[in-house]
């Protein structure tokens, strides 16, 4: 499976962006795909998931109430949609495919796509 994620770019806070991730390679029936993130001189946190059909996601605290994880699997393709950005979302994302769930966990997704840098300005 290849992932390559993209949208990323700089924003004023209150901002919105969405960043996309394609998914090539082998189709699953289970797992899901999540968003990851990594601040400098932070270890790589969770930002949300989805499930492969689309029916169930989950998000970490910090971003539930302004993120929308969503996907279009005509287009092999995951979103994640960013608002009211805030300068501590400023981060490399990252995309990831996990072919048995859809926890908050990296080390449980196998496939890891390229960050996207999120820098967020004040």
């Known amino acids: 499976v290849q992932l390559q994620a993209s949208g990323g770019g700089l924003v004023q806070a209150g901002g919105s962006l969405r960043l996309s991730c394609a998914a090539s390679?082998?189709?699953?029936?289970?797992?899901?795909m999540g968003w990851f993130r990594q601040a400098p001189g932070n270890e790589r946190e969770f930002v949300a998931s989805?499930?492969?059909?689309?029916?169930?996601?989950g998000y970490a605290d910090s971003v539930a109430d302004r993120f929308t994880i969503s996907r279009d699997n005509a287009k092999n393709t995951v979103y994640l949609h960013m608002n009211s950005l805030k300068p501590e979302d400023t981060a490399v994302y990252y995309c990831a495919a996990d072919l048995e769930g859809l926890g908050p966990f990296a080390d449980e997704y196998e496939f890891w796509g390229q960050g996207t840098q999120v820098t967020v300005s004040s």
């Open positions: 989805i499930s492969w059909s689309g029916a169930n996601t």
């Open positions: 390679g082998r189709a699953f029936s289970s797992g899901g």
